[in-house]
């Protein structure tokens, strides 16, 4: 079985991407399940997790409104304002919905760079544990150390590092990049996404140019921690579903490790079937 864990929809009409702009050429129009349910049959991808994409409980039920009538959705990251006083009865009422597996607040969006360690979001954290819900961490290499301290304060939430960080690949900042994803990764449980890397290439990627970045989230996170995503549509901007699935699926030699980053580990971590 293979899982896409990291993919989005959106219908602009909504109003609430505040970062989905006219500019943005490719990917300014609506990306709803018929638009993926094809590649995915083409490339024999059995089920996905929806991503957020705006920050907003009413896009969050929107999305798990297409989760309950889309047999290949199989879970939901959502959003919700994790500094409001109701955060932790937002989380109750959400996480009502089974297909609600995750949360993801946009903190590469968020100016203030130790939001994630502000005091006011304890209650937060404390609620997406006591409701089992993973924590996708949106972040930046600026924010890694922030997030090693995150998770020393709260052991027990499951967190999966979104796009590895997005480090800086057309530049090749690699050394700093590298220091602090092998820190995070010495912490038990911490996984992350084999995804989002071809748009941190820059127009002019090779394979190449993602070699030293993926070979060492293999080194230090091991296959049993790596969970692959498309990033779709926002993949599209660098290249196609079937190129990066190729990419990503040439770097596991080992079938046993293949079937744990592109399925089994997003289905243990997620708890999705």
């Keep these: 079985m293979i899982i896409d864990a990291h993919q989005h ?48 409980i009413a896009e969050t039920e929107f999305l798990l409104d297409i989760a309950d009538k889309t047999p290949f959705v199989l879970g939901v990251v959502g959003w919700v ?32 760079i130790d939001w994630m360690l502000r005091d006011d979001l304890t209650s937060t954290f404390e609620a997406m544990i006591n409701h089992g819900l993973v924590f996708d961490a949106l ?20 967190v999966v590092i979104d796009h590895a960080a997005k480090p800086d690949i057309a530049n090749g900042d690699f050394e700093r990049w590298a ?24 127009n002019e990627w090779s394979e190449s140019d993602l070699t030293p970045f ?3 989230l293999f080194k230090v996170f091991g296959a049993d921690r790596l969970i692959w995503g ?8 660098a290249g196609s579903y079937a190129q990066w699935l190729a990419i990503a699926t040439s770097y596991t030699k080992d079938e046993a490790n293949r079937k744990a980053i592109f399925g089994a580990n ?7 079937d």
Aim: hydrophobic residues 45%; glycine residues 4%.
């Design 9 to 56: 929809f959106w219908k602009l009409s909504r109003g609430d991407y505040d970062w989905l702009t006219p500019s943005l050429e490719m990917l300014y129009r609506d990306f709803m399940p018929r638009d993926l349910e094809t590649i995915l049959r083409q490339q024999s991808v059995d089920g996905t997790i929806l991503i957020q994409a705006a920050p907003s």
């Design 81 to 112: 304002d994790f500094t409001s006083p109701t955060a932790a009865m937002d989380i109750a009422s959400l996480a009502v919905n089974p297909k609600l597996v995750g949360l993801r607040p946009m903190i590469q969006d968020i100016d203030d």
């Design 139 to 158: 972040v930046l290499p600026k924010h890694l150390s922030r997030l090693n301290t995150l998770l020393l304060r709260h052991p027990r939430l499951k």
């Design 179 to 202: 220091i602090e994803m092998s820190t995070l990764a010495e912490i038990d449980g911490v996984h992350c996404k084999l995804s989002g890397l071809l748009t941190e290439a820059g």
């Design 214 to 216: 993926v070979e060492h």
């Design 230 to 237: 498309s990033d779709w549509p926002v993949l599209t901007l």
């Design 266 to 272: 997003a289905a243990r971590f997620y708890g999705v």
